[in-house]
């Protein structure tokens, strides 16, 4: 048996049935990174023996039977996420060795719950456009997208079953088409940014990557949770409830104001996705309000780009990356006015979504221009992703697509704000439905 080819939910019923050890789990993985780690690059931060230290306490609560939902399973961490026993660099060299002295919110959720803490993840510099050193395991030449490229890489290589990352723009969702896995949004507010490296806190989501939808699942029942410290968190709201999918199951298609930005093996694929698919899809229009959508999303990062690097680049502007600097000198500019404009279309647009939502269960609408770029200095155009990141709505990406060279595109999956069961839901029926289910 091919132990890092399980998902994470089989081992865990192995686990939880005594016929695997997460010792022996870990170590299976660790072997992995040991033989694809020099190619792809996918960590920051790794210590075996703190790894396997991590996997025999969790055998040992396990025994004791005070195993956590999460018990014995290895998690990778996007580095710019605290975590109290390992660094956390931004992908910076101005917070080299940087160690924070506790744990970011939704690290410490994962380890009450018994996650083995396998590593830090690679990121893009502060989460924004300058790449590390991490490359696309479908193809070495190309990238995996940014800025979550060493989470998205290290789960399509099976270096680790599941993995952290966050998107201000399209960041989880990106690399997740680029690399052939499933990258799970959630709704603006469930996942708290407590102890994670700010870009936008009208934008940044934290985010999960997986190969299952069921993954997805086990994850977000943990780390979909309120905090008092992360202001923007919605208040009661309830991750896990009852959810009734009507059936058909109605998609909305939409093609969205930046299509002409789409590569022509992404389009063609996606139209004959909605032509053939067996489920119940019509396109969709929303309207000239959504025109200037992804400026709108555009303005309000590069904004809060400044507000929150700006210390940086007055301190040690030489020792940032350059795309980090063209991106925070693009956002000095950006007035007051400029910025509450585009918040005051983004609240427009959510108005028309909400309508949206009342006739359709789900939007179905490309997750990236096209296939993974094949330059490692760029991490994709993130345009078919940050408008909707901007809204806070649920998204998915899933690999249901393949470009000219035969590498994977996903396709975005969007739904109504606080419904992101539904949503999980929604991919395990459309799965089934074009039979490839988990």
Known sequence: MDLIKLSASEALRMMEGGTLSSEEYVKAFLKQIELREDDVGAWIFLDPKLALEQAREADKRRKDKNAGKLNGLPIGIKDIIDTKDMPTENGSLLCKNRQPSNDAHL??????????????????EFALSGPGKTKNPRDLECTPGGSSSGSAAAVSDYMVPLAIGSQTGGSVLRPASFTGILGFKPTFGTISRSGMSPISQRLDHPGIYANCVEDIDLVASVILSYDSNDLDMIQNYQYKRNVNLNKPIKFGFVRGPVWNFGEEDMQSGIEEFVKKTSVDVEELDLGRDFDDAARAHEIIMNGSIVNSLINYYQADKSNLHPFTVKRIEAGIPVSASDYVSAIEKAKKMEQILGQVFLKYDAIIT?????????????????????????????????????????????????????????????????????????
């Open 107 to 124: 690290v410490k959720l994962l380890r009450d719950e018994g996650a083995v803490i396998m590593g830090k993840c690679v990121t893009t």
């Open 366 to 438: 490309p997750a990236s221009t096209g296939q993974a770029p094949r330059d490692l200095m760029n991490t994709g155009n993130a345009i078919f992703n940050g408008y909707w990141t901007m809204m806070g709505v649920p998204a998915i990406s899933l690999p249901f697509l393949k470009g000219k060279d035969d590498l994977p595109i996903g396709i975005q999956f969007i739904t109504n704000w606080n419904e992101d069961l539904k949503l999980l839901e929604i991919c395990k029926y459309i799965l089934k439905k074009e039979k490839l289910a988990d």
